[in-house]
């Protein structure tokens, strides 16, 4: 039997978030699916890739902290390791409709991300 809650759809996407599988967690998501989190809110799965594929390619390693959820509504805590900054604490609060991703919230302390953009030359 297949699990179709929240919390089942929120472990396999941070699993994807793991792997750095931008297709699979666009394979989660609703067509309409809103991501809220500090650098502002997309709408839709072709701004929820470039959000996804920006922050896989940053990425060094994701250490899944908790995972907690019902049928309708999870929370997914993880440790990231990338290259600008090196240990990061991110919640997301995830929605679900009908066994796809409709939101979430994404939750993490943006003060280390722009300062080193602040850094960064240009390519």
Do not use: W
């Not at 959820?69 to 929370?75: F, H, K, L, T, V």
């Not at 997301?92 to 009908?98: A, D, P, S, T």
């Not at 919230?105 to 991300?113: E, G, K, N, Q």
């Amino acid at each position: 039997m297949t699990d179709h809650t929240a919390l089942a759809t929120a472990r396999i996407y941070v699993e994807a978030i793991v792997d750095k599988d931008v297709e699979r967690i666009i394979s989660l998501s609703a067509d309409d699916v809103v991501c809220t989190s500090p650098i502002g809110r997309i709408v839709g799965t072709q701004a929820f890739r470039g959000f996804h594929g920006g922050f896989a390619r940053m990425l060094k390693k994701v250490t899944v902290l908790a995972a907690y959820g019902d049928a309708d509504q999870a929370i997914v805590v993880y440790s990231a390791e990338t290259h600008p900054v090196p240990s990061s604490v991110v919640a997301e609060l995830i929605k679900v409709r009908n066994g796809k991703i409709a939101s979430t919230d994404v939750i993490y302390d943006a003060t280390p991300f722009a300062a080193y953009m602040a850094t960064a030359r240009p390519h």
